[in-house]
């Protein structure tokens, strides 16, 4: 005699995980998605920026990232040109 399997069963053994889980598994990768858009000195230089900066308004994802910061910090610190200034004291 065969047994009555709901639909809703049926989509619990072919998709074992709750919609918490799978919203939070979309969530995650798209946190995981890098814009690396290489930006102008002059978008670098922008007061605007400074000034959205200063308001508390950062750009945590595109422009003002932790790797385009990091980015920056090790193009000075690896430049003698630039870093001259810093071995001197000023």
């Avoid at 072919?14 to 969530?27: D, G, H, R, S, Y």
């Avoid at 995981?32 to 007061?47: A, E």
């Avoid at 959205?52 to 003698?80: C, M, T």
Wanted: charged share 25%; proline share 3%.
């Amino acid at each position: 005699m065969p047994t009555s399997v709901s639909l809703s069963d049926l989509l619990c053994l072919l998709f074992p995980f709750t919609v918490q889980e799978l919203q939070f598994a979309i969530v995650e990768g798209l946190a995981k998605i890098r814009l690396d858009m290489g930006y102008s000195d002059t978008q670098l230089d922008d007061s605007s920026r400074q000034y959205a900066w200063e308001r508390g308004h950062i750009d945590y994802r595109g422009i003002d990232s932790f790797d385009n910061i990091r980015r920056q910090l090790d193009k000075v610190l690896s430049d003698p040109k630039l870093n001259a200034g810093a071995s001197k004291g000023n």
